[in-house]
């Protein structure tokens, strides 16, 4: 089973890295899905997040897409925000069904978008407005435990903050740095701490996401246009989407 599910992480690494994602939501759903014990599940999938956009934001780096002088407005609240979500426990049955309408919402313009000329001018951007996006992000995110790069990304675009792939570029980074401190978080929440061991059970899953984010890394500086980077982006928010609506029923009925 465990190599069964580290097949299924290398899939996922390999998709969502190539649009600067780490796959957080994703890990989340197979974990669950294998019978994981919910205590640990987050610690696992952000481990994983933290493995696959480290090798992303590296290779971003190299290829010189990380606008570093621009993206701190969107760090400097989301840290702490997403340890403190992190912390919180809440109910799960509101907050996912609109979650999951935002999602939609997100997805389908990412998709339909037509190539406007200026899709790809930079916008004057508000310090304070991305301090706060970042910030919400990072707390939603450290509540349900992934990076916020999903969340992000339908943002960004829609600001015109920069050609797709420098977007994608600045995801990654976020979530690196979300992840890092959401994990944080997720274990202080922790009431027994000797849970934490169960997760090196899952071990294959380490391997499977660094060689499927490094695949998908690769196919998304190198291979992909930014208009195909943008659809794809859309796509994969819909999944998750579909993924929550379906959990949300679950919550429901």
Same mark, same amino acid.
């Given at each position: 089973?465990?190599?069964?599910?580290?097949?299924? +992480?290398?899939?996922?690494?390999?998709?969502?890295?190539?649009?600067?994602?780490?796959?957080?939501?994703?890990?989340?759903?197979?974990? %669950?899905?294998?019978?994981?014990?919910?205590?640990?599940?987050?610690?696992?999938?952000?481990?994983?997040?933290?493995?696959?956009?480290?090798?992303?934001?590296?290779?971003?780096?190299?290829?010189?897409?990380?606008?570093?002088?621009?993206?701190?407005?969107?760090?400097?609240?989301?840290?702490?925000?997403?340890?403190?979500?992190?912390?919180?426990?809440?109910?799960?049955?509101? +907050?996912?069904?609109?979650?999951?309408?935002?999602?939609?919402?997100?997805?389908?313009?990412?998709?339909?978008?037509?190539?406007?000329?200026?899709?790809?001018?930079?916008?004057?951007?508000?310090?304070?407005?991305?301090?706060?996006?970042?910030?919400?992000?990072?707390? +939603?995110?450290?509540?349900?435990?992934?990076?916020?790069?999903?969340?992000?990304?339908? %943002?960004?675009?829609?600001?015109?903050?920069?050609?797709?792939?420098?977007?994608?570029?600045?995801?990654?980074? +976020?979530?690196?740095?979300?992840?890092?401190?959401?994990?944080?978080?997720?274990?202080?929440?922790?009431?027994?701490?000797?849970?934490?061991?169960?997760?090196?059970?899952?071990?294959?899953?380490?391997?499977?996401?660094?060689?499927?984010?490094?695949?998908?890394?690769?196919?998304?500086?190198?291979?992909?246009?930014?208009?195909?980077?943008?659809?794809?982006?859309?796509?994969?928010?819909?999944?998750?989407?579909?993924?929550?609506?379906?959990?949300?029923?679950?919550?429901?009925?």
């Amino acid at each position: 089973m465990k190599l069964i599910l580290a097949g299924m +992480f290398f899939v996922t690494a390999a998709l969502y890295a190539s649009v600067g994602f780490g796959g957080g939501s994703t890990y989340t759903a197979l974990l %669950i899905v294998a019978g994981t014990d919910y205590q640990i599940v987050p610690i696992i999938a952000l481990t994983c997040n933290i493995l696959v956009v480290s090798g992303n934001v590296i290779r971003y780096g190299r290829e010189r897409i990380v606008p570093w002088t621009r993206i701190w407005p969107l760090i400097i609240l989301s840290v702490p925000a997403a340890w403190i979500g992190g912390r919180l426990q809440i109910s799960e049955a509101v +907050f996912i069904g609109l979650l999951c309408l935002a999602l939609f919402i997100a997805g389908v313009r990412l998709i339909a978008q037509k190539r406007l000329a200026d899709s790809d001018v930079m916008r004057p951007q508000n310090l304070w407005l991305n301090a706060a996006i970042g910030g919400g992000i990072g707390f +939603f995110s450290g509540l349900v435990g992934i990076g916020g790069g999903i969340f992000l990304a339908p %943002i960004l675009h829609f600001l015109h903050w920069g050609k797709a792939k420098t977007i994608a570029a600045t995801c990654s980074l +976020f979530i690196l740095v979300n992840s890092i401190s959401g994990i944080g978080g997720q274990m202080a929440k922790l009431s027994d701490l000797s849970r934490i061991p169960d997760a090196f059970a899952y071990w294959p899953v380490i391997p499977a996401v660094l060689i499927g984010g490094f695949i998908g890394n690769h196919m998304g500086v190198f291979k992909i246009s930014d208009r195909a980077l943008k659809r794809l982006t859309g796509v994969l928010i819909l999944l998750v989407a579909i993924r929550l609506a379906y959990r949300w029923l679950t919550l429901m009925f």
